[in-house]
């Protein structure tokens, strides 16, 4: 049972364009998101969060968005660089658990 | 400043072979401790977690187990590999301390199980 979904595998985006990515959830009781990026052969690093009590979290060129009511969020890059090309995963954690569950990941191609 | 070390980076290993991953915290108390991984063409699956010493969660039955012999030390072991263990693994910590925070990873071993 996929928790997290993350439907869109690959995007492809013009340098200096904006990137959206998508992600949703099935499970209420997440309370806390978060998107990551992952280059090959590496750890993720984290990008940004937000809580589920807020609708918007923003930190440069790297915006979130959450609507609690249709259990989604996105991830607005802009403006996009050949540099965030990577592989980004959407991460979830419940109310009252320790546990950070990620969806399959999108890979962000910028095109210079 | 906290830094997590894992290793080894690569391993080549038969299958019936035993293994052993090791991942070490550094510069903080009592995290919160993950191994997760991720196979080809697939997401992060959390395998098992810990919120101290010698206590471990498992998320998914398999051939691997955990284990949390010290505070800031956590070691992802198998008796018998199997070829679908193969596979990028990642440990990853968090601070018990804040309620929103973020996971933080290491820099993964990559697993070849042959």
């Known amino acids: 049972d996929q928790q997290v979904k993350q439907n869109s595998p690959s995007l492809s985006v013009q340098e200096g364009r904006i990137s959206i990515l998508n992600c949703d959830y099935t499970?209420?009781?997440?309370?806390?998101f978060l998107w990551y990026k992952k280059y090959p052969a590496e750890g993720p690093t984290f990008l940004i969060s937000?809580?589920?009590?807020?609708d918007k979290n923003e930190d440069g060129r790297f915006t979130v968005f959450l609507n609690k009511s249709a259990k989604h969020l996105s991830l607005h890059i802009v403006p996009s660089q050949p540099g965030d090309s990577a592989v980004y995963f959407c991460?979830?954690?419940?109310?009252?658990?320790?546990?950070?569950?990620f969806g399959t990941g999108t890979r962000l191609k910028v095109l210079a | 400043s906290q830094t997590i070390h894992q290793w080894p980076a690569t391993l080549v290993q038969p299958v019936g072979s035993p293994l052993s991953l090791e991942c070490t915290v550094e510069?903080?108390?009592?995290?919160?401790l993950y191994w997760y991984r991720q196979a080809a063409g697939r997401g992060l699956q959390l395998l098992f977690y810990?919120?101290?010493?010698?206590?471990i969660s498992s998320e998914v039955p398999q051939n691997l187990s955990a284990s949390r012999p010290q505070d800031r030390q956590f070691i992802l072991s198998s008796k018998k590999l199997l070829l679908s263990d193969s596979g990028f693994y990642l440990c990853?910590?968090?601070?018990?301390?804040?309620?929103?925070?973020?996971?933080?990873f290491g820099q993964g071993t990559r697993l070849t199980v042959v």
């Open positions: 937000i809580s589920s009590i807020k």
């Open positions: 990853a910590w968090s601070r018990v301390d804040r309620r929103n925070t973020e996971a933080f």
């Open positions: 991460a979830a954690r419940g109310s009252g658990t320790y546990k950070y569950i």
């Open positions: 510069g903080t108390s009592n995290p919160n």
């Open positions: 499970n209420s009781m997440f309370d806390y």
């Open positions: 810990s919120v101290g010493i010698g206590q």
